[in-house]
Structures are given as structure tokens and as C-alpha cells.
């Protein structure tokens, strides 16, 4: 059975397959409404249920705060979106080079939003 907190991350996986972006562990935790943990700890459990109940959803599109994938697959599932993927030859770490654009922001759709809505007097 899903929790309560890996329902909110598939449902911002949704919006991030909708927007064609990927997110950090700390802006999904952050808009779930949680905290994400020591190192994203909470967000990769919540992956790994995700990925269990809801197969079909982009896991793959959470990214740690540090830009470190999780495995080749993640690379290569970032790398088809046309996310720029290196390895740094003295860690072993593979890492992914997200541009700006291709992060979500949900702090910048508040405010479009809200600059959309009519004052009231």
C-alpha cells in the first residue's frame, strides 16, 4: 500500500511529465509538503513505491540536489530526454547537467499566477 507522501510525489511526477521537466529531491519534497531528508533519503523511498504501484510514472525525472543519477538507467532515461549526463573520472559519481529551463519551478508559477489574478478593492 502507497503512503500518503508517495501519492504527492506521483502526483508532482504527473506535473513533471506534463511540463517535460525534471525536479530536485528538494523541490519535490518542498511542494509535497514534507521535508526530503538527509541526502533526499525520504524522496528515494518514496520513489522506490512509486516505482512499484505506479510503474508508468517518470521516475526518472527526480534528480538528487546534487545532480548525482541513481543508476545507468536513470542516466540513460535522463540522456533520451536530452539531459547532458558526465562522469567524473575521480568519484566514479555520474552526474546529470540540467539546464535551467528543463528544471521545474513551481515558485515562478505562484507568481505567474498571481500576477494574473485581478485585485480586489
Known sequence: MATTRAAEVAEILWELKRADKVASFSAIAERAGFSAGSEGRTVRKCLVTVRRDWPHLQWWR??????????????????????????????????????????????????AEAAAEPEEK
Request: a negative charge; charged letters at 40%; glycine letters at 6%.
Open 62 to 111: 527526480a534528480v538528487a540536489d546534487n545532480g548525482v543519477v541513481e543508476n545507468e538507467e536513470h542516466a540513460e532515461r535522463l540522456q533520451e530526454m536530452g539531459v547532458d549526463v558526465v562522469k567524473d573520472d575521480k568519484s566514479g559519481d555520474t552526474s546529470a547537467v540540467i539546464e535551467e529551463d528543463r528544471m521545474m519551478s513551481w515558485s515562478e508559477d505562484a507568481e
